[in-house]
């Protein structure tokens, strides 16, 4: 069973920068293609960022394109998103996932077999 606890969320004014990360628990996080997806209130959870096992292959969404960079350490166990020209509409909670399924990466949230709890992000104007 794999355990995704994410941190690093918080209040940031527009134009500031945070950085996000995952600790995955319980089996080593190469075995997983991992993701950020993210949630605003009143909206369905939409894809911000995937990578694959080993961090060689990485995707965004174009809202995000150019802001965003995920990243992993496989010694660590860790993932990352940092997350830079943060704009209001960025505002939501931030969930990790993990995709055991591929050697790829997927950016449908239906791929994802483990999620964390999630980690609110809010950017005030």
């Known amino acids: 069973q794999v355990q995704l606890v994410e941190s690093g969320g918080g209040l940031v004014q527009a134009g500031g920068s945070l950085r996000l990360s995952c600790a995955v628990l319980g089996r080593p996080s190469r075995l997983y293609a991992m993701g950020w997806f993210r949630q605003a209130p009143g909206k369905e959870r939409e894809f911000v960022a995937t990578?694959?096992?080993?961090?060689?292959?990485?995707a965004c969404s174009d809202s995000v394109e150019g802001r965003f960079t995920i990243s992993r350490d496989n010694e660590k166990h860790m993932v990352y998103l940092q997350m830079n020209s943060l704009r209001p509409e960025d505002t939501a909670v931030y969930y990790c996932g993990a995709d055991g399924r591929r050697v790829g990466y997927s950016r449908l949230s239906e791929d994802y077999d483990y999620w964390g709890q999630g980690t609110r992000v809010t950017v005030s104007s």
């Open positions: 990578i694959n096992w080993s961090g060689e292959m990485s």
